[in-house]
Antibody, heavy 123, light 107 residues
Framework: EVQLAESGGGLVKPGGSLRLSCAAS????????MSWVRQAPGKGLEWVSS?????YYADSVKGRFTISRDNAKNSLYLQMNSLKAEDTAVYYC???????????????????WGQGTLVTVSS | DIQLTQSPSFLSASVGDRVTITCRAS??????LAWYQQKPGKAPKVLIY???TLQSGVPSRFSGSGSGTEFTLTISSLQPEDFATYYC?????????FGQGTKLEIK
């Protein structure tokens, strides 16, 4: 069974740092792009960052967050520095699935999602 | 950045109803759109990808259509377990973006 399990969330003061981890199992981790998506309390979903052969960040976290992976440990990470109150959210680790559809076009989507880990930034 | 606007934001319906949720993109995204369902306290799960392809294991009462800038998610006959929040997501280009969500409530 494909599983993703986040850890590392917690309460941190504004300006502080936190490192999230995501342990993957049930699939060949190195074959997939991985991402982080967050959801502020009572709000919608916000894509944060993705890592494949390239790395991408949302403007809201660029320069403060760093995504990385260790394929030998089947793990994804998110180093979060200079945290702000608006970074308070549940952070989900997601696998990006890619398939070639009709006509040879590639399509991707997020599946599965981890259970999420809550990050609270407050003094 | 590509903006996704879902309508309606809230929808009240009854078991057995047919409902449609619309997702409009601020620029063309071909068929690079996915739909997710999220229940309270749970992680989202994918329903539809490539705008109209049903994810394995998802009931056939769910369907998706559209391309370019306008997309729809249709539930043909609402079941009690379908009351949840639904999100569209574009994967045409970074930054990936989500719609604001549509909360489907029991009438």
């Amino acid at each position: 069974e494909v599983q993703l399990a986040e850890s590392g969330g917690g309460l941190v003061k504004p300006g502080g740092s936190l490192r999230l981890s995501c342990a993957a199992s049930g699939f060949t981790f190195s074959d997939y792009s991985m991402s982080w998506v967050r959801q502020a309390p009572g709000k919608g979903l916000e894509w944060v960052s993705s890592i494949s052969s390239s790395i991408y960040y949302a403007d809201s976290v660029k320069g403060r967050f760093t995504i990385s992976r260790d394929n030998a440990k089947n793990s994804l990470y998110l180093q979060m520095n200079s945290l702000k109150a608006e970074d308070t959210a549940v952070y989900y680790c997601v696998r990006e699935v890619y398939t070639i559809g009709a006509g040879g076009r590639g399509f991707n989507w997020f599946d599965p999602w981890g259970q999420g880990t809550l990050v609270t930034v407050s003094s | 950045d590509i903006q996704l606007t879902q309508s309606p934001s809230f929808l009240s319906a009854s078991v057995g109803d047919r409902v449609t949720i619309t997702c409009r993109a601020s620029q063309g995204i071909s068929s690079y759109l996915a739909w997710y369902q999220q229940k309270p306290g749970k992680a989202p799960k994918v329903l539809i990808y490539a705008a109209s392809t049903l994810q394995s294991g998802v009931p056939s009462r769910f369907s998706g259509s559209g391309s370019g800038t306008e997309f729809t998610l249709t539930i043909s006959s609402l079941q009690p377990e379908d009351f949840a929040t639904y999100y569209c997501q574009q994967v045409n280009s970074f930054p990936y973006t989500f719609g604001q969500g549509t909360k489907l409530e029991i009438k």
